[in-house]
C-alpha cells in the first residue's frame, strides 16, 4: 500500500507542473462571491499592522522623552497612547479574524456544493472504479485543508506580511543603510522556503492519499460488519486499518519534522542578522546621526520583525497542504461528466425495444461483458432474463436506462436509437426495483415518493403504498409514513424495504419497469403479497425480469437464457422445456432441489 500510495503522489505531481500558484489563485477565485467579508478583513488586517511600527515609534518617543527630561509633559499622554494602539490592534484582530472566517467557510461550502453537484453528474463507470472511503475523503478532509490554507495562511500572509512591511518601512525611514544590510539576509530566508514549499506539497499528497486508506478500511468494515464478525475477520480488519492508520502517521511526522526544522533555521537566519545589524549600529559612523530614542526604535522595530517572518514561514506548510488539497478537489470537478448526446424529447415512451447484434464491453474492462445481443421486445410485454450469476443479465438491463454508453444503432427503443433520447427524459420513462434495495435516511414518504415525485401528495402516496401491499405494516408503525428508516433502511425488514421499493416505483408509473430479482428478499408470505402488487405495477408496461427462482416468471412473454454474454436460447417457457436445453436444464435443477413457489401472472 505504501508503494502504490508513493507512486500516487509521484503521478499527481508530475501531472501538476508545480504550479501551486495557478491552483491557489484558482481556488481563490471562490473568494470573489465573498468580496465584502474579504475587504473587512484586509481593513482589520491593515489597521492591526499599522500598530506595530507606531509601537516603534511610541518607544523612540518614550526614550526620546527620558533623555530630555521631559517626562512630566508625556505623563498622560504615553499611557493612552498605549492603551489607544492596543485597542486598535484588537480591533484589527477581530475584523481580520472574523471575517477571515466567514470568508473561508463560505468558499468550503461552495467547494463542497460544486464537488457533491459534480458527483451526481458522473457516470457510473467512475463509482465503480473509486472506493467509497476515498471519495468520501476528498468530500470531507480535502476540504478541511482548504479551511487551513484560507483561513489561517491568508489571516498571516495578510497580518504578518503586512506587518513586516509596515516594520520595513518604518525601518527605511529611520536609517536605509542598516535597514538594506539587513534585508540581504532575505534571498536566504526564501532559498529555505522553497525548498520547504516542495518537501511539504509532496508530504500533504501522500497524508491525503494515506488518509483515503483509512476511510476506505473504516467505511468496509462499517458497511460490512456483521461479515466481518461472522466470519472472524476483526484481527485482519484491525491489522489493515493499523497498516493505513501507520502510513498516515509516518507521513504526518514527516511533515511535522519538516515544520519543525523550518521555523528553528529561519529563526537563526533572523538571529544572525540581528547580531551583524547591531555590530553595526554599534559604529559611530554609521549611528552619528541618530539619537538615542531612534537607535532603540529602529532594534525595536528590527526585533519585532522576527515574529511575522517566523510566522510567514510557518504558514508555508498550511498553504501547501491547501495546495495539494486544492489540486486533488480541482482534478474532482475537472472530471469528465455523464456524456449526454441525446437530442430528442419525449413525455412518455410506449416501450418497445429491440437489441441490433449489440455488444458491450466495461470501460477497463479485458473481457467482453455482452456478444451481439439480438432481441425484440413489444410494448407492453414481458421479457424474463435467466442464466448463472456473471452472464450478463444486468448489464443487458443497465444499459436501457443507459448507466453505460453504448454504440449507435444497436440498442432501439420505440424505434429510436436510445442514444437520441434525451438522458433524463429517458430515465423518466424507466422504473427500477434491485434485488439490493436502495433507501435514503429519511421518512417512508421521502422514500416512496422520491425525486421529482416528492410534491406528490398524500393520498396518492398512500395508494402507491397499497397497491405493493406495504400499507399495512406501515400503518402499524408509530409514526406511519412519516417513520425514519434509518441508513439504507437499516430499520425496516428486507421484506419491508423491498414493498417500499416497489411502491416507489408504482408511484413513477412509468412504461419502462426493471425488475431485478424483486422478489429474492421476502419471505413466502410477503411474496405472496408483493407478486399480487407485481401484477399490477407489470400490467401494460414493457417489464424486463431478472430472475434466478425460474418458478417467478414461467408466464414471461419471452425468456432469454444468457450465458458468457450471449443469448443461447429464447422463447416461452413451454418452448424452452420442450427444446430440452439449457433452460430445461436449469428448470430441473431448480424443481428437484426447491418446493414450486407462486409464479407471476402476466395478463
Known sequence: MQDHDNIQTDEVLSKAPVSGVKIYLRLLGYVRSSWLYLLLSVIGYLIYAAMEPALAGLMKHIVDVVSEGKITESRTLIPLAILGIFICRGIGTFLGGYFMAKVANNVVYDLRTSMFNKLVLLPSSYYHSIPTGRLLAK?????????????????????????????????????????????????????????????????????????????????????????????????????????????????????????????????????????????????????????????????????????????????????????????????????????????????????????????????????????????????????????????????????????????????????????????????QNIALVNQQVVLFNGTIRDNIAYGYLQDTDENTVIEAAKAANAWEFIQELDAGLDTLVGENGVLLSGGQRQRIAIARAILKNAPILILDEATSALDTESERAIQLALENLMENRTTIAIAHRLSTIENADIIAVVDHGEIVEKGSHSELLAMNGAYAQLHNQQFSETPPAITIENS
Open 139 to 427: 468530500l470531507t478532509y480535502d476540504t478541511e485543508q482548504v479551511i487551513g490554507s484560507i483561513t489561517q495562511a491568508i489571516r498571516v500572509l495578510l497580518r504578518e506580511g503586512l506587518t513586516v512591511v509596515g516594520l520595513l518601512g518604518y525601518m527605511l525611514y529611520m536609517n536605509w543603510r542598516l535597514s538594506i544590510l539587513f534585508l540581504l539576509v532575505v534571498p536566504l530566508i526564501g532559498f529555505v522556503v522553497s525548498y520547504a514549499s516542495k518537501r511539504f506539497r509532496k508530504l500533504s499528497t501522500r497524508i491525503q492519499n494515506a488518509m483515503g486508506g483509512v476511510t476506505d478500511v473504516a467505511s468496509e468494515a462499517i458497511k460490512g460488519h456483521e461479515v466481518v464478525k461472522i466470519f472472524g475477520g476483526t484481527e485482519y480488519e484491525r491489522e489493515r486499518f493499523r497498516k493505513a492508520a501507520n502510513e498516515n502517521r509516518r507521513s504526518q511526522l514527516k511533515m511535522e519534522m519538516t515544520k519543525s526544522l523550518n521555523v528553528p533555521l529561519v529563526q537563526f537566519i533572523l538571529a544572525f542578522a540581528m547580531a551583524i545589524l547591531i555590530w553595526f549600529a554599534l559604529s559611530p559612523s554609521i549611528s552619528s546621526n541618530m539619537t538615542p530614542g531612534d537607535f532603540i526604535a529602529f532594534l525595536t522595530a528590527a526585533g519585532m520583525l522576527g515574529k511575522p517572518m517566523r510566522q510567514l514561514t510557518d504558514v508555508n506548510s498550511i498553504l501547501q497542504k491547501g495546495i495539494a488539497a486544492s489540486y486533488s478537489i480541482f482534478e474532482f470537478l475537472d472530471m469528465d461528466e455523464e456524456v449526454d448526446k441525446g437530442s430528442k424529447s419525449i413525455d412518455r415512451l410506449k416501450g418497445e425495444i429491440e437489441w441490433r447484434s449489440m455488444s458491450f464491453q466495461y470501460p477497463g474492462a479485458e473481457k467482453t461483458a455482452l456478444k451481439e445481443i439480438t432481441l425484440s421486445l413489444s410494448a407492453g410485454k414481458t421479457l424474463a432474463l435467466v442464466g448463472r450469476s456473471g452472464s450478463g443479465k444486468s448489464t443487458m438491463a443497465n444499459l436501457i436506462p443507459r448507466f453505460y454508453d453504448v454504440g449507435d444503432e444497436q440498442l432501439y427503443i420505440d424505434g429510436l436509437s436510445i442514444n437520441d433520447y434525451q438522458l433524463k427524459d429517458l430515465r
